[in-house]
């Protein structure tokens, strides 16, 4: 059992509430910090995009890959320490659960260590690999500097930290902290960008502080519970054995591969549209932004639901991890079917939110009608994933990422673009959630499913 103490037994508690109040308590927080989350990504380019300089703003656009790089990092570490944390709490293991914290944050600084110590040896060939010029070149290394070289290891270790809290019970704090640092970024962006003139650079340091910010946060949530929590910071508890490690990465791997087949199909995506001028860019680029704020939220809802599948898979109660799987897809479906309809409906008016030249609201309402039909496999996918990974069904989630953006939409895009032409680019994303929605249903159906009947028996 866990260790003894009125707190400990709270956190316990939460893992016990009837389905529909867990569900709430978890998925609320993660969906609200998503939310943040997504206004934080936004910030930097919207503030430098006020300096009128096209130099900062295309500076700030080449750092994403190399940004998206911790991102998936702390996945690899952050969901699968989520997973086997929430199991071994439900099989009633804290000592092995801590030995898991201390695992995935201190191995995932030094793997984010070494990245960052690359990085500022070689930037200058890095960025120009990614298309940075001697105009825009001053500007992404100083972002980079200060967000990936200094802040890489705060701002990956933020990720874990609240992936592991989010295991334990503390959706709440580990929201909180995340949210934290969206705020504190978009107080500062003004001051660093504008007030002190710093472009794209105070961009960086912004994000830096805001990143540093979290942490400190979340490091002080942990100090706060040291009495209680199964999670340590001490690398003394590393010790796991391979079986233990080798699950966490391979649960992990499937969200790092979203991440970077995500950038490469991105990158493909733009070098097309590119040629087709920058309206349609411009266009293509706010559809994007638009489309992400559905996804985000269904990713909160999947965040959310992973430590309560594991806790109860791993406690031996198959009736609740299905009926957690099938309220969680009466929420996306319900939530899929308003967002259809609403972009259908409004897509003009999405679209004025970021802009108001004419030519681009037309093109980028004609975009979104046709590209939001993605929508269902999109959304449906992230649960999938959830599913799986909160079950350590590492391969089937792994299955499913990589055919989603690496087998289906890489290809699509080269494919539908020879074919269609620009609206071949369109489309390529509805054919490939639309492929992997029926695979995840195949999927979930004949190994999660048929596993959780089976353990009923």
């Not at 293991?93 to 984010?112: D, E, H, Y």
């Not at 079917?337 to 409004?346: K, P």
């Not at 959304?379 to 391969?395: M, R």
Request: glycine residues 8%.
């Amino acid at each position: 059992m866990f260790k003894t103490g009125d707190k400990m037994n709270d956190k316990q508690e939460l893992f016990e509430l009837p389905i529909k109040k867990a569900i709430l308590k978890f998925v609320g927080p993660c969906v609200l910090s998503q939310v943040v989350t997504m206004i934080h990504s936004l910030a930097d380019t919207f503030f430098v995009g006020q300096t009128g300089d096209p130099n900062q703003v295309a500076g700030l656009s080449l750092c994403f890959p190399i940004y998206m790089i911790m991102t998936a990092v702390a996945n690899l570490f952050g969901i699968g320490a989520n997973s086997s944390i929430s199991r071994f709490l439900g099989a009633q293991q804290p000592k092995r659960a801590k030995n898991v914290s201390s695992f995935a944050l201190w191995v995932s600084v030094i793997v984010i260590a070494v990245i960052s110590a690359v990085l500022l040896i070689f930037m200058r060939p890095i960025l120009t690999a990614v298309g940075a010029s001697s105009a825009t070149y001053e500007h992404a290394s100083g972002y980079v500097l200060w967000v990936v070289v200094i802040g890489g290891i705060p701002t990956v270790a933020e990720m874990v930290l609240a992936n592991m809290m989010r295991a334990e019970g503390m959706a709440k704090a580990a929201s909180t902290g995340l949210m934290l640092g969206g705020f504190v970024n978009i107080v500062l962006d003004p001051i660093f960008i504008s007030v002190f003139d710093m472009g794209a650079l105070g961009a960086g340091i912004a994000t830096f502080i805001a990143n540093l910010a979290a942490l400190l946060y979340l490091l002080f949530c942990l100090w706060k519970t040291r009495e209680t929590t199964v999670l340590s910071l001490n690398p003394k508890d590393m010790g796991v054995s391979g079986a233990v490690a080798k699950n966490i990465l391979l649960v992990g791997l499937p969200a790092f591969l979203v991440v970077i087949l995500g950038c490469t199909a991105n990158m493909v995506l733009n070098h097309f549209m590119t040629s087709y001028g920058d309206v349609n860019m411009a266009a293509f680029g706010i559809v994007q932004k638009v489309g992400n704020l559905t996804v985000q939220i269904v990713v909160g809802i999947a965040t959310g639901i992973m430590p309560l599948l594991g806790y109860h898979y791993a406690a031996g109660n198959p009736r609740k991890v299905r009926e957690i799987c099938k309220l969680s897809f009466v929420i996306v479906g319900v939530f899929t079917a308003a967002c259809l309809v609403l972009y259908e409906l409004f897509a003009k008016y999405l679209i004025m939110v970021f802009i108001d030249d004419a030519e681009t609201v037309r093109i980028g309402a004609d975009f979104l009608r046709r590209w939001i039909l993605c929508a269902p496999g999109m959304c449906f996918c992230q649960v999938f994933n959830a599913i799986f990974q909160g079950l350590g069904f590492w391969k089937q989630s792994t299955a499913l990422s990589f055919v989603r953006q690496g087998v289906v939409l890489i290809p699509m895009l080269v494919i539908l673009e020879h074919i269609i032409g620009m609206y071949g680019l369109v489309f390529a994303a509805p054919v490939a959630d639309t492929t992997a929605l029926i695979l995840g249903f195949i999927l979930y159906a004949r190994v999660a499913a048929k596993t959780l009947k089976t353990q009923e028996v």
